[in-house]
């Protein structure tokens, strides 16, 4: 009987040299990583009774576009932004964030850059990359394919959390323009660039102003800087992340039960992307707000006397914001007129 040769992790498809380089470099930007766990100090004397709030999410299939068009720069800010803006809803602080990214095999170069744009989305959100885990997994994924996830912790003051308790008939519903699909609807959105139009990610299209990669690797934006300012100035009721779902199934979620939200559809200005994939799929209206964010990527309840207020502040401050409607009575449901 032959003498089997002994075999090693590396025969079985995981580096675990390559592995220990990606964290080598890593460290060098990020001199706190490499431990069993992060430690992060909640700063006494600023809290009184303080509550954490986390959350937890993913790109989705937006990172099929990344690697077909080899763009790996903006995924790590979609990353942190999908958490971090549902923290602030309840007003919270976000504080800190952790990432996982797995492939079944790891890319020194892509991992970085990767990290570059967690970073990058860590700082406009104000909070700090504690730690995360990359793992190498042979047969897990496709070659050159990989899957993010992320979760962030915020802190918020108890009495200060905001619940949509308190919204009623009369108030208005502040929309904080989106920078276009975010991190939502890419399944429908892949299926008509790629499959009904047969384009590719290099195309320049007339219509959006730019390439097929660069309309839909726009990163998500971040409005924690904007939200947390508005609370300074203004009385916040409620607050709406709007992701899969839309407007109808994300604003719905913070409601009071005898409350509806009554939305002006047209009351914004809606990047070209919407109107492409509209005419180009087809796709008719109802789905478009099912999954999509149309234009708008944050909602704020706000009294109707501080609605205008609001408005001029936000677009003050660097973020676009409209009148989008008013509540009503009803029974917690988002209609679009």
Same mark, same amino acid.
């Given at each position: 009987? &032959? @003498?089997?040769?002994?075999?090693?992790?590396?025969?079985?498809? +995981?580096?675990?040299?390559?592995?220990?380089?990606?964290?080598? /470099?890593?460290?060098?930007?990020? &001199?706190?990583?490499?431990?069993?766990?992060?430690? %992060?100090?909640?700063?006494?004397?600023?809290?009184?009774?303080?509550?954490?709030?986390?959350?937890?999410?993913?790109?989705?299939?937006?990172?099929?576009?990344?690697?077909?068009?080899?763009? +790996?720069?903006? @995924?790590?800010?979609?990353?942190?932004?999908?958490?971090?803006?549902?923290?602030?809803?309840?007003?919270?602080?976000?504080?800190?964030?952790?990432?996982?990214?797995?492939?079944?095999?790891?890319?020194?170069?892509?991992?970085?850059?990767?990290? !570059?744009?967690?970073?990058?989305? *860590?700082?406009?959100?104000? *909070?700090?990359?504690?730690?995360?885990?990359?793992?190498?997994?042979?047969?897990?994924?496709?070659?050159?394919?990989?899957?993010?996830?992320?979760?962030?912790?915020?802190?918020?003051?108890?009495?200060?959390?905001?619940?949509?308790?308190?919204? =009623?008939?009369?108030?208005?519903?502040?929309?904080?323009?989106?920078?276009?699909? +975010?991190? $939502?609807?890419?399944?429908?959105?892949?299926?008509?660039? %790629?499959? /009904?139009?047969?384009?590719?990610?290099? =195309?320049?299209?007339? /219509?959006?102003?730019? !390439?097929?990669?660069?309309?839909?690797?726009?990163?998500?934006?971040?409005?924690?800087?904007? @939200?947390?300012?508005?609370?300074? #100035?203004?009385?916040?009721?409620?607050?709406? $992340?709007?992701?899969?779902?839309?407007?109808?199934?994300?604003?719905? =979620?913070?409601?009071?039960?005898?409350?509806?939200?009554?939305?002006?559809? #047209?009351?914004?200005? =809606?990047? &070209?992307?919407?109107?492409?994939?509209?005419? $180009?799929?087809?796709?008719?209206?109802?789905?478009? %707000?099912?999954?999509? $964010?149309?234009?708008?990527?944050?909602?704020?309840?706000?009294?109707?006397?501080?609605?205008?207020?609001?408005?001029?502040?936000?677009?003050?401050?660097?973020?676009?914001? #409209?009148?989008?409607?008013?509540?009503?009575?009803?029974?917690?449901?988002?209609?679009?007129?």
């Amino acid at each position: 009987m &032959p @003498v089997r040769r002994p075999i090693t992790y590396s025969d079985a498809g +995981h580096d675990l040299d390559r592995s220990d380089r990606i964290v080598a /470099r890593l460290k060098r930007r990020l &001199p706190d990583i490499g431990g069993f766990g992060g430690i %992060f100090p909640l700063p006494k004397g600023r809290w009184k009774e303080p509550v954490l709030v986390s959350g937890t999410d993913g790109v989705g299939t937006k990172l099929l576009v990344a690697i077909k068009a080899n763009r +790996h720069d903006t @995924v790590g800010i979609d990353l942190v932004a999908m958490v971090v803006n549902d923290i602030v809803t309840l007003g919270a602080q976000p504080v800190f964030f952790l990432d996982y990214i797995a492939a079944g095999k790891l890319d020194p170069k892509v991992i970085e850059t990767i990290i !570059t744009g967690i970073v990058e989305g *860590c700082k406009q959100a104000g *909070c700090r990359l504690l730690g995360g885990e990359t793992a190498e997994m042979p047969g897990m994924y496709p070659k050159g394919h990989y899957d993010l996830a992320g979760f962030g912790v915020g802190v918020a003051e108890r009495k200060a959390l905001v619940e949509g308790k308190t919204i =009623r008939p009369g108030d208005v519903v502040i929309g904080l323009e989106s920078s276009g699909l +975010h991190s $939502n609807g890419y399944s429908l959105a892949r299926a008509v660039v %790629f499959e /009904r139009c047969g384009l590719t990610v290099g =195309r320049r299209v007339a /219509r959006l102003g730019s !390439t097929v990669a660069d309309a839909l690797l726009t990163p998500t934006r971040i409005y924690v800087p904007v @939200v947390l300012n508005l609370m300074r #100035h203004f009385e916040i009721k409620g607050m709406a $992340n709007i992701t899969g779902g839309g407007l109808p199934g994300n604003l719905n =979620r913070v409601l009071p039960p005898n409350c509806d939200a009554r939305i002006a559809a #047209h009351s914004w200005p =809606r990047p &070209p992307i919407f109107g492409f994939l509209q005419q $180009n799929g087809p796709v008719e209206e109802p789905e478009m %707000f099912r999954a999509f $964010n149309m234009g708008i990527g944050y909602t704020l309840v706000v009294p109707a006397s501080q609605a205008s207020a609001v408005v001029r502040h936000s677009a003050k401050i660097g973020f676009p914001a #409209h009148a989008i409607g008013r509540i009503v009575r009803g029974s917690a449901v988002v209609r679009l007129v």
